[in-house]
């Protein structure tokens, strides 16, 4: 029974490349949260997705970061034009459907370093 | 909007002592408090969910206490060990929020 998966684990990218980081949640859960935690600080939300639906994109940059859950597959957060500013560890939670109150599950996270 | 605050920002004790850590939180409308571990250079793993109608919890060395009327938890670890190092988040969430706002956590180091 496989946790949440993200990957990849490390992702360097140069400024104003792209940046793509996956995210396949526990098996039966159908809720995923994407969490950013810059260094010496503590993790934020970014967003909250349900198969094919963002439900709460209120702590997401307003420019360059979108994500997605689609129907099949893992979820994605892209993050256009990085720059230097992007540098941290992004974390992938889910939970069972209508379930939030059992808690979340994460992800080892995703370390993306601009250079 | 939920603010999490957790006391000390670092612990350091000698082995086989016990600890309390603290945490707080402004809006004590919250259904659960989860506390989490994580290792440098690592993700979060998940210790003990309080849900609200509960006191406390236990997993074999920890005990979590939630106390929603004045909006704190602690997190008590006993007869510490060197493998308990690393750093102790807590989060809760916000009143009518679909996301769980953390503290910025407890840096605890276990001298042998």
């Known amino acids: 029974n496989a946790g949440v998966m993200q990957n990849p684990r490390h992702l360097v990218r140069r400024r104003g490349q792209e940046a793509r980081l996956r995210c396949s949640p526990m098996k039966g859960h159908s809720h995923v949260y994407w969490y950013r935690q810059l260094p010496e600080e503590g993790l934020k939300f970014m967003v909250y997705?349900?198969?094919?639906?963002?439900?709460?994109e209120s702590g997401m940059p307003k420019e360059r970061f979108s994500a997605e859950f689609p129907k099949e597959g893992p979820s994605i957060l892209r993050i256009q034009q990085v720059v230097r500013g992007d540098s941290a560890a992004y974390f992938c939670a889910s939970s069972p459907p209508g379930r939030i109150s059992y808690g979340y599950t994460f992800g080892s996270g995703t370390r993306l370093t601009v250079v | 909007k939920q603010e999490v605050t957790q006391i000390p920002a670092a612990l350091s004790v000698p082995e086989g002592e016990n600890l309390v850590l603290n945490c707080s939180f402004t809006d004590s409308a919250i259904y659960n408090l989860q506390w989490f571990r994580q290792d440098p250079g690592k993700g979060l793993t998940s210790l003990l969910l309080?849900?609200?109608?509960?006191r406390e919890q236990t997993s074999g060395r920890l005990n979590a206490s939630l106390d929603k009327s004045s909006g704190r938890s602690t997190l008590y670890i006993a007869a510490s060990q060197p493998g308990d190092s690393a750093t102790y988040l807590c989060?809760?969430?916000?009143?009518?929020?679909?996301?769980?706002?953390f503290g910025t956590g407890t840096r605890l180091t276990v001298i042998p």
């Open positions: 997705l349900q198969k094919e639906n963002i439900i709460d």
């Open positions: 989060a809760a969430p916000g009143a009518g929020a679909n996301n769980l706002f």
């Open positions: 309080i849900q609200s109608s509960q």
